[in-house]
């Protein structure tokens, strides 16, 4: 079985940073695209920032300037790297991932969320 795993939220003052991981573990043949999205209470699901196999990234532009995101193909691992962090920024924070499960076939996959909570 195929599971997304993050960890690293928690409680930090603003202007804090946290660093969130989210490791993809099971039957995978490959993974192309992995992104970060948040959802705070009472709002839609929104993209944080994405990254290709590649390394190419795209980022919201609440996000640009202050989050990075990186990951470790060897791995299976993607990283949020999260500074300058406002009260705004509290959220859960879900990673996702378009994994091969079996040859040829594609998904989309998600974690269970991680919280993280930016305190004034």
């Known amino acids: 079985q195929v599971q997304l795993v993050e960890s690293g939220g928690g409680l930090v003052q603003a202007g804090g940073s946290l660093r969130l991981s989210c490791a993809a573990s099971g039957s995978i043949f490959n993974i192309n695209a992995m992104g970060w999205y948040r959802q705070a209470p009472g709002k839609q699901r929104e993209l944080v920032a994405s990254i290709t196999s590649g390394g190419s990234t795209n980022y919201a532009d609440s996000a640009k300037g202050r989050f990075t995101i990186s990951r470790d193909n060897a791995k299976n691992t993607v990283y949020l790297q999260m500074t300058s962090l406002k009260p705004e920024d509290t959220a859960i924070y879900y990673c996702?991932?378009?994994?091969?499960?079996?040859?040829?076939?594609?998904?989309?996959?998600w974690g269970q969320g991680t919280q993280v909570t930016v305190s004034s």
């Open positions: 996702n991932g378009n994994l091969m499960v079996r040859a040829g076939s594609w998904g989309i996959y």
